[in-house]
C-alpha cells in the first residue's frame, strides 16, 4: 500500500510539472506502470483476505480502501491521458502546419 502511494505521488508530482509532461507523451511512465501493478496486487490480496473468513466488518473496511485506491488512480490515469491527447492533438496540428509548408515550398519550386 505505502509502494502504490508512493508511487501516485510521483506521478503526481510528474503531472504537476509542465517539464516533465514530456516523459508522459511518448509512453506511460514507470510510474504508472508500478502503481497499476501495485493496485492488482493488492486487490488479489484483498480477496485473499476475504475469502479467508474473517468478519465481514474487516473485509467492508478492505474494500473501501482498496475502491479509494482505485478512485484516485483513475482519476490521474484519466489526467495522464488528457496530457497525452493533448499531446497527441498538438503533433498533429504541427504536422499538419508542416505538411503545408512543405506543399507551398514544392509549389513554388514548380513556379
Given at each position: 500500500?505505502?509502494?502504490?502511494?508512493?508511487?501516485?505521488?510521483?506521478?503526481?508530482?510528474?503531472?504537476?510539472?509542465?517539464?516533465?509532461?514530456?516523459?508522459?507523451?511518448?509512453?506511460?511512465?514507470?510510474?504508472?506502470?508500478?502503481?497499476?501493478?501495485?493496485?492488482?496486487?493488492?486487490?488479489?490480496?484483498?480477496?485473499?483476505?476475504?475469502?479467508?473468513?474473517?468478519p465481514?466488518?474487516?473485509?467492508?473496511?478492505?474494500?473501501?480502501?482498496i475502491?479509494?485506491?482505485?478512485?484516485?488512480?483513475?482519476?490521474?490515469?484519466?489526467?495522464?491521458?488528457?496530457?497525452?491527447?493533448?499531446?497527441?492533438?498538438?503533433?498533429l496540428?504541427?504536422?499538419?502546419t508542416?505538411?503545408?509548408?512543405?506543399?507551398?515550398?514544392?509549389?513554388?519550386?514548380?513556379?
Amino acid at each position: 500500500e505505502q509502494d502504490f502511494e508512493l508511487c501516485l505521488s510521483q506521478l503526481r508530482t510528474i503531472l504537476g510539472d509542465s517539464k516533465q509532461h514530456k516523459a508522459v507523451h511518448a509512453h506511460n511512465p514507470y510510474e504508472y506502470e508500478q502503481a497499476q501493478n501495485y493496485l492488482k496486487q493488492m486487490e488479489i490480496e484483498s480477496m485473499n483476505f476475504m475469502e479467508a473468513g474473517y468478519p465481514h466488518h474487516e473485509c467492508d473496511e478492505v474494500r473501501k480502501r482498496i475502491q479509494a485506491h482505485k478512485n484516485e488512480f483513475n482519476g490521474l490515469r484519466k489526467e495522464m491521458r488528457k496530457v497525452q491527447q493533448a499531446y497527441e492533438h498538438s503533433s498533429l496540428a504541427e504536422k499538419s502546419t508542416d505538411d503545408q509548408e512543405l506543399a507551398d515550398m514544392e509549389a513554388y519550386d514548380k513556379v
